[in-house]
């Protein structure tokens, strides 16, 4: 008795031979770099890798600029092919086709979270008393001098 489900009726299921099939992403409007940069992120996830660091995609995309790397990563991320969670010194990237996550670095101890550039710190902390505001004692006489400066004797 034959199945009366064809694989042509139901393309996106995938076979018994191909037990990982990752959706097509159309990446036709995408530049050379953001298209380099998603397969190398998106091959990290595949297999279970730490994220490229900024210097690997960097050498793949062939720049010279330092600052190429987390922008080719945040462009990616503008057009919603990726999620980052960004910590102080990795990040952990998640393919949005398929919903795999890169691993965590071996060097990666704590679940600091990424502090942005200025901000003093990422959460409120009740370390630093002088930031929160005291109550001030009025001072006594209505002088807020405190010396005796003549006339009085």
């Known amino acids: 008795m034959t199945d009366s489900r064809s694989d042509a009726a139901c393309p996106e299921t995938p076979s018994a031979a191909s037990p990982r099939v990752s959706p097509r992403v159309n990446l036709a409007g995408l530049t050379w770099t953001e298209r380099t940069t998603y397969r190398a992120l998106e091959e990290a996830a595949r297999n279970g890798e730490p994220c490229p660091s900024n210097i690997d995609i960097e050498m793949l995309c062939g720049y010279n ?46 679940d600091w ?34 010396g005796s400066q003549g006339g009085e004797a």
Not at 135 to 142: D, H, I, L
């Open 65 to 110: 600029s330092c600052s190429m790397g987390p922008v080719m990563v945040k462009r990616l991320e503008r057009k919603g092919l990726i999620r980052v969670e960004r910590f102080q010194r990795y990040r952990i990237v998640e393919i949005v086709a398929t919903g795999e996550r890169t691993a965590r670095s071996e060097a990666m101890k704590a």
């Open 113 to 146: 979270p990424h502090v942005p550039k200025g901000a003093r710190t990422s959460r409120p902390t009740d370390r630093k008393p002088y930031r929160q505001p005291r109550e001030r004692a009025q001072p006594q006489g209505g002088s807020k001098g405190g």
